[in-house]
């Protein structure tokens, strides 16, 4: 080939490129992303925000699993006829044409029915591009999304002659990172979250895997660089880059696993009982892939892209759905103080069988009729709206580590709880309860007993349920984080609604934004809490990174509120330390966004410390507006946010092994208005080691000219209620 031959050889694979090549800017501007086919004919895309890159070229598609050359098609049995094309119909990756693009615009302003503020805005630019696969005969729509947070993109599966059901063997859509970046990552795990976040290179993520994985009821790691989503990134220009996914519905959670030589992520599908990672039929979609970048870290935690990629809400009437304030028993079994079980006489438990009246009682049990009236009285007395009983149904004997598939009924109470009498006496009181629901992971026996435990909720007086799957999943070899446990939790929470019943899930898998199309879904734990304060503690700056990873896909039931920080004192044998401050305790209720929050502690312990205890009365659980005044992940979190309905504000500052100085102008304040500042700060000196239960109440008029000049020790905090004077 002769050099003028060379050169129009190369000009037109340039052409072609070129005519492939797709452009989609942000509405601002900011964000470019690119799409194009490679050579093999497989999609690439690449992101850019203020010129700096986000995503460099990344590959996507997916491996279908091949198809059995020896099943039949047909229900008369007759012979494949396509058994020479099984391998080449696995591919989902290359081999593909462009054969139509759409381009469009959205620019909406939706409200919630709970949240962060009263209105948000979903504006986007919309490219999707229809890819044929000619060898295979079927077609594609990735779907792009472009907006001033960040870029979603999914796959979309019409329905087709030659694409109707199939099975996924992996998605392979990836993420190819600028460089080595600084990452805040939990282990790539099927069944758990409930890890300590670790902060490193990316490239330190395997060396440092063994140490990050630690034990728990249920897990399954799958690499040695698999990581979880929501994934927080910073590089070393200061972006903040954040991976994770919306709108996972009938579909297997992705997790993250690291080429660390390239410094390429992958998604890695959730696998089933059979290894497979989902089952298909057209026409189908995938999740939203979502990639959220800003060079200002509060950016991120004011995104609503999560939430603006789920469907509109599907629940006709929403009166009924509203956020909850509520005290419980529970911290006491957590720390061992009291327990969940009845009797410690009964080896193993069958319900129906089991004759509890001939026990003796252990004397621990917590959810007795006296008890629960205490804490009813106590939230009647402070302003709650409910109060959680855990452990008053039978069966928690042997209800952990068996595998046992008929563990609850859900609607048997044990001989000391008086299931009328306090429908009554709370009812008297004005107290709603609370249901807990624990599955212990039989999630095969909750569907078989839920219209009758809903039911039975509904006749006792309970408007919410708190569900949990501690332990392995039943059907055995299920995943907490496959699409069959996917479809399920999302049933529960349809068949709630049926009920006028909200959610409030533990041990599922992490939100995704489905809260804005099923708002009765008020929380989800998913994710390491604060019962781990009494399993030794969690790290000092957990709260200062939940907000960028977890929350991201949605609010977490987070229970704050400890104000004995000395488990001990609950339990002689418990020498666990709560990694925080008192004053810090009270800034979760505004940094840990959610519109389901406890006070956790126990009211003999609130009961001492009242001055205090009146931020958590006081502080609003619905908002109308929030303010993200300073953010920096591992470091500090500072968020206000204006009650609904009010011109009162409310502040929170939670810092992590450094402490934090603040110096906040009160510029969102309303002109011309004045206001009393009520500040709960740390005692001088105090961190979460040292005087931790120290701190300082001080009042001040303020307006929007005022600043306040603050400071959060090592492990510690601060809150602020900001109350208008008329």
Not at 235 to 241: E, M, N, P, S
Not at 298 to 310: D, F, K, P
Not at 331 to 343: F, L, R, V
Request: proline residues 4%.
């Amino acid at each position: 080939m002769n050099l003028k031959s060379i050169f129009s050889f190369t000009s037109l694979i340039s052409f072609v490129l070129m005519v492939n090549a797709q452009k989609l800017t942000s509405p601002d501007g900011n964000f470019i992303m690119n799409f194009s086919l490679n050579q093999e004919g497989a999609p690439v895309y690449e992101l850019t925000y203020k010129n700096k890159a986000v995503i460099k070229p990344s590959t996507l598609g997916l491996e279908l699993k091949k198809e059995d050359a020896n099943k039949k098609t047909t229900f008369d049995w007759k012979e494949r006829t396509d058994k020479d094309q099984l391998d080449a119909k696995t591919n989902l990756m290359t081999g593909f044409t462009i054969k139509d693009t759409e381009t469009s615009t959205f620019d909406e302003t939706w409200k919630p029915v709970w949240g962060e503020e009263s209105e948000i805005r979903n504006n986007y630019n919309e490219l999707a591009v229809t890819l044929e696969q000619p060898e295979n005969d079927r077609h594609i729509i990735i779907r792009f999304r472009l907006f001033n947070d960040g870029l979603g993109f999914r796959y979309e599966f019409p329905q087709q002659k030659n694409l109707n059901y199939f099975v996924i063997k992996e998605e392979h859509s990836q993420f190819a990172m600028a460089g080595d970046h600084t990452a805040f990552w939990i282990p790539g795990d099927y069944d758990t979250q409930e890890y300590d976040y670790t902060t490193s290179r990316l490239s330190e993520i395997r060396g440092k895997m063994k140490d990050a994985i630690t034990p728990n009821s249920s897990q399954y790691v799958f690499s040695p660089t698999g990581v979880q989503t929501a994934l927080m990134m910073k590089t070393d220009d200061g972006l903040y880059i954040n991976l994770h996914e919306a709108a996972l519905i009938e579909y297997s959670c992705m997790h993250l696993n690291l080429d660390d030589k390239n410094m390429i992520f992958e998604s890695w599908l959730t696998p089933d009982a059979r290894g497979d990672k989902g089952y298909m039929q057209t026409p189908c979609v995938s999740p939203w892939r979502t990639i959220i970048a800003s060079d200002d870290a509060r950016n991120i935690l004011a995104s609503r892209m999560t939430l603006n990629l789920n469907e509109p809400c599907k629940i006709e009437d929403t009166s009924w759905i509203h956020p909850v304030k509520y005290v419980g028993v529970w911290w006491d079994m957590i720390t061992g103080k009291g327990s969940w079980a009845y009797t410690d006489e009964v080896p193993s438990v069958k319900l129906g069988i089991t004759d509890y009246s001939k026990t003796k009682p252990n004397g621990k049990h917590s959810a007795n009729t006296e008890n629960v009236k205490r804490y009813i009285d106590f939230a009647a007395d402070n302003g709650f709206d409910a109060v959680l009983v855990e452990g008053w149904n039978e069966g928690w004997e042997d209800w952990f580590g068996k595998t046992k598939d008929y563990v609850f009924d859900f609607v048997t109470p044990y001989p000391d709880f008086n299931v009328q009498e306090i429908h009554r006496y709370a009812a008297s009181k004005g107290i709603k309860m609370m249901m807990h629901h624990e599955t212990s992971a039989s999630a095969r026996n909750y569907e078989r007993h839920m219209d009758k435990a809903y039911q039975f909720m509904v006749d006792n007086g309970y408007n919410s349920v708190k569900s949990g799957y501690v332990g392995d999943i039943i059907p055995r070899g299920e995943h907490h984080y496959g699409q069959w446990m996917v479809n399920h939790y999302l049933y529960a929470v349809t068949k709630a609604a049926d009920y006028k019943i909200m959610v409030n899930a533990h041990e599922a898998v992490r939100p995704t934004g489905i809260c804005r199309t099923y708002p009765n879904l008020i929380g989800n734990e998913s994710a390491r809490g604060t019962e781990y304060e009494s399993f030794g503690g969690n790290n000092v700056n957990h709260t200062t990174i939940l907000p960028f990873t977890r929350l991201i896909g949605g609010p977490m039931d987070y229970t704050p509120g400890i104000f004995e920080m000395d488990c001990s004192k609950m339990n002689p044998t418990n020498n666990s330390q709560v990694r925080s401050t008192l004053a810090r305790q009270l800034a979760l209720y505004v940094t840990m966004y959610s519109p389901l929050q406890m006070a956790a502690d126990i009211p003999e312990n609130y009961e001492r410390f009242m001055d205090a205890f009146q931020f958590i009365k006081d502080v609003a659980i619905d908002w109308d507006e929030s303010k993200y005044l300073e953010a920096e992940p591992g470091e500090y979190i500072t968020i206000a946010r204006r009650a609904k309905g009010t011109d009162d504000w409310y502040l929170g500052c939670t810092a992590g092994y450094n402490g934090h100085k603040s110096d906040l102008k009160l510029d969102f304040l309303t002109p011309g208005k004045k206001y009393e500042a009520t500040i709960y700060a740390d005692a001088k000196g105090t961190a979460w080691n040292n005087n931790p239960q120290a701190y300082t109440i001080t009042k001040k008029k303020v307006t929007n000219k005022s600043k306040l000049k603050l400071t959060a020790g090592i492990g510690g905090g601060y809150a602020v209620s900001i109350k208008e004077i008329k």
